[in-house]
């Protein structure tokens, strides 16, 4: 059974940083595609970043130049390393493992088979 569990999330000031944490089990990020969406109140899920299983990385625009998606293989965790945090990045931040094994990243919340519960981000103005 595919489990993931992230962390990390809280409330900071504008400007202020985060790094969320996503621990697989059942399922290797060195063999699967691993991404992170969000979801704010009364809006649909989007896309935030995503990580290939060789490390090819993929932001959306609204967090380039802001936020780095890597990985740790040996603790089979993704993190989403967060600065210059603003009030527009508050949601709730989830966690996705790619499903066909391919290792290819998708932009699209169907490439990923398994999410895990989430962690809020709220930013303070």
């Known amino acids: 059974q595919v489990q993931l569990v992230e962390s990390g999330g809280g409330m900071v000031q504008t400007g202020g940083s985060l790094r969320l944490s996503c621990v697989a089990s059942?399922?290797?990020?060195?063999?699967?595609?691993g991404g992170w969406f969000r979801q704010a109140p009364g809006k649909d899920r989007e896309f935030v970043a995503a990580?290939?299983?060789?490390?090819?990385?993929y932001y959306a625009d609204s967090v380039k130049g802001r936020f780095t998606i890597s990985k740790d293989i040996d603790k089979n965790t993704v993190y989403l390393q967060m600065m210059s945090l603003q009030p527009e990045d508050t949601a709730v931040y989830f966690c996705?493992?790619?499903?066909?094994?391919?290792?290819?990243?998708?932009?699209?919340?169907?490439?990923?088979?398994?999410w895990g519960h989430g962690t809020q981000v709220t930013v303070s103005s």
């Open positions: 996705g493992i790619e499903g066909d094994g391919w290792g290819s990243f998708y932009t699209t919340s169907i490439g990923y088979d398994t």
């Open positions: 059942g399922r290797t990020f060195a063999s699967y595609a």
């Open positions: 990580i290939s299983s060789r490390d090819r990385t």
